[in-house]
Protein backbone atom coordinates (compact mmCIF):
# COMPACT_ATOMS: atom_id res chain seq x y z
CA UNK A 1 0.00 0.00 0.00
CA UNK A 2 1.15 3.52 -0.69
CA UNK A 3 0.78 6.81 0.78
CA UNK A 4 -1.69 7.99 -2.02
CA UNK A 5 -4.09 4.74 -0.92
CA UNK A 6 -3.72 5.16 2.55
CA UNK A 7 -5.07 8.50 2.47
CA UNK A 8 -7.72 7.38 0.03
CA UNK A 9 -8.97 4.71 2.30
CA UNK A 10 -8.83 7.08 5.56
CA UNK A 11 -11.29 9.63 3.73
CA UNK A 12 -13.83 6.79 2.63
CA UNK A 13 -14.40 5.76 6.04
CA UNK A 14 -14.98 8.64 7.00
CA UNK A 15 -11.91 8.52 9.65
CA UNK A 16 -9.49 12.29 9.82
CA UNK A 17 -5.69 11.83 10.61
CA UNK A 18 -6.14 12.13 14.29
CA UNK A 19 -8.83 9.57 14.43
CA UNK A 20 -7.05 6.71 12.22
CA UNK A 21 -3.86 7.30 14.06
CA UNK A 22 -4.92 6.91 17.21
CA UNK A 23 -7.75 3.78 16.18
CA UNK A 24 -5.84 1.97 13.59
CA UNK A 25 -2.11 2.45 13.69
CA UNK A 26 -1.86 3.68 17.29
CA UNK A 27 0.31 6.27 16.41
CA UNK A 28 1.00 10.14 16.68
CA UNK A 29 -1.45 12.13 14.10
CA UNK A 30 2.42 13.06 12.98
CA UNK A 31 3.56 9.89 12.17
CA UNK A 32 0.27 9.35 9.94
CA UNK A 33 0.33 12.29 8.33
CA UNK A 34 4.31 11.18 7.72
CA UNK A 35 2.86 7.90 6.11
CA UNK A 36 0.17 9.38 3.95
CA UNK A 37 2.45 12.16 2.53
CA UNK A 38 5.20 9.82 1.65
CA UNK A 39 7.60 11.51 4.29
CA UNK A 40 7.73 7.93 5.33
CA UNK A 41 7.94 5.28 3.02
CA UNK A 42 7.10 2.12 5.04
CA UNK A 43 3.61 2.15 6.46
CA UNK A 44 3.99 -0.73 8.95
CA UNK A 45 2.11 -4.01 7.77
CA UNK A 46 -0.07 -4.25 10.78
CA UNK A 47 -1.51 -0.81 9.90
CA UNK A 48 -2.13 -2.08 6.46
CA UNK A 49 -4.00 -5.30 7.56
CA UNK A 50 -6.01 -3.15 9.85
CA UNK A 51 -7.18 -0.43 7.42
CA UNK A 52 -8.02 -3.07 5.16
CA UNK A 53 -9.73 -4.79 6.90
CA UNK A 54 -11.49 -1.83 8.04
CA UNK A 55 -12.68 -1.10 4.76
CA UNK A 56 -13.47 -4.49 4.11
CA UNK A 57 -16.00 -4.57 7.49
CA UNK A 58 -17.28 -1.00 5.72
CA UNK A 59 -17.97 -2.61 2.02
CA UNK A 60 -19.75 -5.55 4.03
CA UNK A 61 -21.66 -3.36 6.35
CA UNK A 62 -22.96 -1.92 2.89
CA UNK A 63 -23.59 -4.95 1.51
CA UNK A 64 -25.55 -6.19 4.81
CA UNK A 65 -27.43 -3.37 5.11
CA UNK A 66 -28.62 -3.36 1.41
CA UNK A 67 -29.98 -6.57 1.87
CA UNK A 68 -31.98 -6.33 5.58
CA UNK A 69 -33.44 -3.05 4.16
CA UNK A 70 -34.75 -4.61 0.64
CA UNK A 71 -36.08 -7.88 2.50
CA UNK A 72 -37.22 -5.35 5.51
CA UNK A 73 -39.03 -3.48 2.25
CA UNK A 74 -40.63 -6.22 0.76
CA UNK A 75 -42.04 -7.74 3.93
CA UNK A 76 -43.98 -4.46 4.74
CA UNK A 77 -44.95 -4.33 0.91
CA UNK A 78 -44.99 -0.47 1.88
CA UNK A 79 -44.29 -0.06 -2.17
CA UNK A 80 -44.62 4.07 -1.35
CA UNK A 81 -41.92 4.45 1.10
CA UNK A 82 -37.94 3.58 0.55
CA UNK A 83 -35.93 1.75 2.60
CA UNK A 84 -34.66 2.70 5.73
CA UNK A 85 -31.13 2.97 6.93
CA UNK A 86 -30.13 4.69 10.54
CA UNK A 87 -27.75 7.43 10.67
CA UNK A 88 -25.56 7.72 14.11
CA UNK A 89 -24.37 11.46 14.45
CA UNK A 90 -22.02 11.34 17.13
CA UNK A 91 -20.45 8.69 18.64
CA UNK A 92 -21.97 8.44 21.52
CA UNK A 93 -25.31 7.44 19.85
CA UNK A 94 -23.16 4.83 17.81
CA UNK A 95 -21.18 2.87 21.26
CA UNK A 96 -25.35 2.80 22.93
CA UNK A 97 -25.66 -0.84 23.09
CA UNK A 98 -22.79 -1.70 21.19
CA UNK A 99 -19.98 -3.75 22.42
CA UNK A 100 -16.60 -2.30 23.95
CA UNK A 101 -14.56 -0.96 21.25
CA UNK A 102 -16.96 -0.24 18.89
CA UNK A 103 -15.61 3.41 18.54
CA UNK A 104 -13.22 2.20 15.68
CA UNK A 105 -16.20 1.04 13.64
CA UNK A 106 -18.50 4.56 13.74
CA UNK A 107 -16.68 6.75 11.23
CA UNK A 108 -16.98 3.24 8.42
CA UNK A 109 -20.58 2.77 9.77
CA UNK A 110 -21.23 6.29 9.06
CA UNK A 111 -19.41 5.97 5.36
CA UNK A 112 -21.75 2.72 4.64
CA UNK A 113 -24.68 4.72 5.97
CA UNK A 114 -23.59 7.67 3.37
CA UNK A 115 -23.55 5.53 0.72
CA UNK A 116 -26.70 3.81 0.97
CA UNK A 117 -27.90 7.07 1.18
CA UNK A 118 -26.34 7.97 -2.11
CA UNK A 119 -28.07 5.07 -3.52
CA UNK A 120 -31.56 5.60 -3.03
CA UNK A 121 -32.45 4.72 0.66
CA UNK A 122 -33.66 6.58 3.51
CA UNK A 123 -31.36 7.71 6.19
CA UNK A 124 -33.12 7.71 9.32
CA UNK A 125 -30.83 9.82 12.33
CA UNK A 126 -30.72 8.24 15.81
CA UNK A 127 -30.73 10.60 18.29
CA UNK A 128 -28.97 11.03 21.87
CA UNK A 129 -31.58 9.88 23.11
CA UNK A 130 -31.52 6.25 21.66
CA UNK A 131 -34.61 7.27 19.14
CA UNK A 132 -34.98 7.73 15.72
CA UNK A 133 -35.50 11.66 15.16
Not at 14 to 29: D, I, K, M, P
Not at 87 to 105: C, F, H, N, R, V
Not at 109 to 117: D, N
Request: proline share 3%; hydrophobic share 35%; with cysteine.
Amino acid sequence: MNSTELGAIRRLLFYTQAEAAELVGCVSERTWQRWESGETQKIPQDVQEKILYLLEWRNDEVTERARIADLTFCQEKRLHALPSILWYPTLDTYIQGKIAGSEMYWRPSQSAAAEMAARGYNVIEVSDRGGES
